[in-house]
Nanobody, 125 residues
Framework: QVQLVESGGGLVQAGGSLTLSCAPS????????MAWFRQAPGTEREFVAA????????YYGDSVKGRFTISRGNAKNTISLQMNSLKSEDTAVYYC??????????????????WGQGTQVTVSA
């Protein structure tokens, strides 16, 4: 069974930093695009960041540009999300996602077929 497992969420004060990680099991995603999305209560799932299989193409949602950094591990099978200058509006459940093949529109959650269970990030004011 293919699974994506997120880790690294928690409670942090505004202005602080957190790093999320995503590791797959059941198959390798080293040759696939991967992404982070988030969802706060009562809102739709929001695109955060995406990275191509090679790491050469990276995309960010407007609300996180300049503050968050997505990267792939050395074996390219894991991804991380370094989150700096966190704001209360960053509070959400963060999900790791991967497509069956290529995400034609990296920011569209419908392009992704595999999802993790999510990790909670709470930023206190």
């Amino acid at each position: 069974q293919v699974q994506l497992v997120e880790s690294g969420g928690g409670l942090v004060q505004a202005g602080g930093s957190l790093t999320l990680s995503c590791a797959p099991s059941g198959r390798t995603f080293s040759n696939y695009d991967m992404a982070w999305f988030r969802q706060a209560p009562g809102t739709e799932r929001e695109f955060v960041a995406a990275i191509s299989w090679s790491g050469s193409s990276i995309y960010y949602g407007d609300s996180v540009k300049g503050r968050f950094t997505i990267s792939r591990g050395n074996a390219k099978n894991t991804i991380s999300l370094q989150m700096n200058s966190l704001k209360s509006e960053d509070t959400a459940v963060y999900y790791c996602a991967a497509p069956h093949s290529v995400a034609a529109v990296p920011s569209d959650h419908k392009e992704y077929d595999y999802w993790g269970q999510g990790t909670q990030v709470t930023v206190s004011a």
